[in-house]
């Protein structure tokens, strides 16, 4: 393993290469363009394999991501704030393929008024299409989860498209200590992507294609959407425990910090909660009993690991980066 300093970005990009990926269709938006620089650089000096092609629009990007997808290809991209939101069709599109593919989103807040501080409210708004969502807190959480989100992707069990999410400029353009692990040891435990019977051959013709769906069959449908999500709380935890013994770093649905014997405990996510570890600290300190909890899965929603971890307690404070107008806090009012 080597030691290195490197951005949010870089690692999301230092993670898609570990992961071996085949395609990258593309759109730059800000902050995450890096990642894709990143990406184009190493597959035009032919340190990585692959093809990368700019596309006019991120509708188009996902377009193209799910659709390779759906062929057996293993597909990254990236997009941010109003990307995700130009090509929220799509997500829910690609969701129903029911193709597998990771796509990182560096969350920056929406227009109108502009800012560049990252609030959730671009992953927020898209929490209800299909693609599972995990939340990182640190760089070396970026990296990890790549390669993990990969493994929950296309997993049987699963095949849904991946959101990793990460907050723009705080943690896209901070530079923290990460450890890279062995491109070998990475291989073992993400092997090549293997797509179910997909045969594109005259002699074996194969139908992949849109239908129109009466009520029935269609809720039908959507309800295994959901089934194979919430699988994902199961492969989760079996990728992530599997990658600890490999690498020394456990991932569970939900981060603990000091929040078995408290009496009050944060719930948040993002990068931000690195603040409030600290709070935590200077606060146990004080003589007072409070602790954090952290999703990094928000779908599936990890509501039993949440209970647990929340039992008990005689508050909960919710610090929320969005707004959902008219309604509130959106973490707050799921976790209600």
């Given at each position: 393993m080597t030691g290195m300093l490197l951005t949010g970005n870089a690692a999301v990009a230092r993670g898609a290469r570990l992961a071996r990926v085949d395609y990258v269709p593309a759109f730059p938006i800000t902050p995450q363009t890096e990642i894709i620089e990143a990406l184009a650089g190493w597959i035009d000096s032919g340190?990585?394999?692959?093809?990368?092609?700019?596309?006019?629009?991120?509708?188009?990007?996902?377009?193209?991501?799910?659709a390779a997808a759906a062929t057996g290809v293993r597909v990254f991209t990236a997009t941010s704030s109003q990307g995700l939101l130009y090509a929220m069709e799509m997500l829910y599109t690609v969701a129903g393929w029911r193709a597998p593919f990771v796509l990182a989103n560096v969350s920056r807040g929406l227009a109108t008024p502009i800012t560049l501080e990252p609030d959730h409210n671009d992953i927020l708004a898209a929490r209800d299409c299909g693609f599972l969502q995990i939340h990182c807190a640190t760089?070396?959480?970026v990296l990890d989860n790549l390669p993990?989100?990969?493994r929950v992707a296309e997993d049987p069990r699963v095949r849904l498209p991946v959101i990793v999410n990460l907050d723009g400029f705080y943690l896209s353009f901070t530079r923290e200590p990460v450890v890279l692990p062995e491109p070998r040891e990475v291989d073992a435990f993400l092997p090549p992507f293997q797509p179910r019977d997909i045969r594109f051959r005259a002699s074996q013709p194969e139908s992949q294609a849109v239908a129109v769906?009466?009520?029935?069959?269609y809720s039908y449908f959507r309800y295994e959407t959901h089934l194979a999500a919430r699988n994902g709380l199961q492969v989760y935890a079996e990728a992530g425990a599997e990658w600890?013994?490999?690498?020394?770093?456990?991932?569970?649905?939900?981060e603990l910090y000091r929040s078995e014997d408290a009496e009050i405990c944060f719930v948040m996510i993002g990068s931000f909660a690195t603040k409030a570890m600290a709070a935590?600290?200077?606060?146990?300190?004080a003589g007072r009993r409070v602790g954090l909890v952290r999703p990094r899965l928000l779908r599936p929603f990890p509501e039993e690991a949440l209970r647990r971890a929340l039992a008990g307690k005689r508050a909960v404070a919710v610090v929320d980066q969005n707004l959902s107008f008219g309604f509130g806090g959106v973490l707050q009012g799921e976790l209600c």
């Open positions: 340190e990585m394999p692959g093809r990368l092609v700019t596309l006019e629009s991120e509708h188009a990007m996902l377009t193209a991501a799910g760089c070396q959480e993990i989100a990969y769906l009466g009520g029935g069959p600890g013994e490999r690498f020394g770093r456990v991932y569970d649905a939900l935590v600290d200077a606060l146990r300190t």
